[in-house]
């Protein structure tokens, strides 16, 4: 990719990420305020988009549901151990969050037909360990949702312990609540 390529997609990405989170109807008050925390740490870093931000970084995610919407499909997290959601750090050649969530749950789920919906369900922001065992960040993470299609067949990547379906009322008891929250979003999206 050259150096021309690259400024091109890193502005785009960043002008998507400004863009999407600028427009998006928060559901209530508490994600208003984050979707305006995102908006000034955009606003403070223009390469805020990129893992390098240490300080802090937007990441994608997409909560991937079964065509009957009933079931989410979770992946055990290895340096987490917790079973979350698809999703990680943008990359250079992501031209949109939804993009880069999309992305993601290909990778980590193996399912390559997928239907992401365009606009984000919610936003979560939480402290990780990034970048090695003594340095935290924050990830302002951007949830998209993500329904399979009917004969999906998922398959274990090398970014996961495990992978499986739980039923919405019926998610494993290492999980954190900002999954179960996006469950329950997506639930009530999906009808």
Do not use: M
């Given at each position: 990719m050259?150096?021309?390529a690259?400024?091109?997609?890193?502005?785009?990405?960043?002008?998507?990420a400004?863009?999407?989170?600028?427009?998006?109807?928060?559901?209530?008050?508490?994600?208003?305020?984050?979707?305006?925390?995102?908006?000034?740490?955009?606003?403070?870093?223009?390469?805020?988009?990129?893992?390098?931000?240490?300080?802090?970084?937007?990441?994608?995610?997409?909560?991937?549901?079964?065509?009957?919407?009933?079931?989410?499909?979770?992946t055990?997290?290895?340096?987490?151990?917790?079973?979350?959601?698809?999703?990680?750090?943008?990359?250079?050649?992501?031209?949109?969050?939804?993009?880069?969530?999309?992305?993601?749950?290909v990778?980590?789920?193996?399912?390559?037909?997928?239907?992401?919906?365009?606009?984000?369900?919610?936003?979560?922001?939480?402290?990780?360990?990034?970048?090695?065992?003594?340095?935290?960040?924050?990830h302002?993470?951007?949830?998209?949702?993500?329904?399979?299609?009917?004969?999906?067949?998922?398959?274990?990547?090398?970014?996961?312990?495990?992978?499986?379906?739980?039923?919405?009322?019926?998610?494993?008891?290492?999980?954190?609540?900002a999954?179960?929250?996006?469950?329950?979003?997506?639930?009530?999206?999906?009808?």
């Open positions: 050259t150096s021309s690259t400024t091109t997609s890193s502005a785009s990405l960043y002008d998507d400004r863009r999407v989170l600028a427009n998006w109807r928060a559901p209530d008050a508490a994600q208003a305020r984050l979707r305006d925390a995102y908006l000034a740490h955009l606003d403070t870093f223009a390469d805020g988009v990129w893992r390098s931000r240490t300080e802090g970084h937007i990441t994608a995610s997409a909560l991937v549901v079964d065509p009957s919407r009933r079931r989410v499909l979770l055990l997290h290895p340096k987490v151990g917790l079973w979350l959601q698809t999703g990680g750090h943008c990359e250079e050649a992501d031209a949109t969050l939804a993009g880069a969530a999309l992305r993601e749950a990778e980590e789920s193996g399912i390559a037909d997928l239907t992401l919906r365009p606009e984000p369900v919610w936003l979560d922001r939480h402290d990780v360990r990034c970048g090695g065992p003594d340095r935290w960040s924050v302002y993470d951007v949830e998209f949702v993500a329904v399979a299609a009917p004969d999906a067949t998922a398959h274990i990547s090398e970014e996961s312990l495990d992978l499986r379906w739980f039923d919405y009322d019926a998610l494993p008891g290492k999980t954190d609540d999954v179960r929250t996006l469950v329950r979003r997506a639930a009530a999206l999906l009808g």
